[in-house]
């Protein structure tokens, strides 16, 4: 079987986060597949929001790194 991945790369995107992670957990389902938030260090909710699904977050170091 395939396995999918999906990385939502987000930076403050408290407003959205939860649905977007909602739709990936969908669409990776039948795939046996997972989620990654890649966070760019959001300041508002964002990371608390995603911490609520069963997905990984990886976040930068360094707020240089964005791009």
Same mark, same amino acid.
């Given at each position: 079987?395939?396995?999918?991945?999906?990385?939502?790369?987000? @930076?403050?995107?408290?407003?959205?986060? $939860?649905? #977007?992670?909602?739709?990936?957990?969908?669409? &990776?389902?039948?795939? %046996?597949? !997972?989620?990654?938030?890649?966070?760019? @260090?959001?300041?508002?909710?964002?990371? $608390?929001? #995603?911490?609520?699904?069963?997905?990984?977050? &990886?976040?930068?170091? %360094?707020? !240089?790194?964005?791009?």
């Amino acid at each position: 079987m395939v396995k999918v991945s999906i990385i939502i790369k987000a @930076l403050n995107e408290e407003l959205k986060i $939860a649905r #977007a992670i909602e739709s990936a957990l969908e669409a &990776v389902a039948p795939f %046996n597949g !997972e989620v990654v938030l890649a966070d760019s @260090l959001s300041t508002d909710r964002t990371v $608390a929001i #995603a911490s609520a699904y069963p997905i990984r977050i &990886v976040q930068l170091k %360094n707020a !240089e790194d964005r791009c």
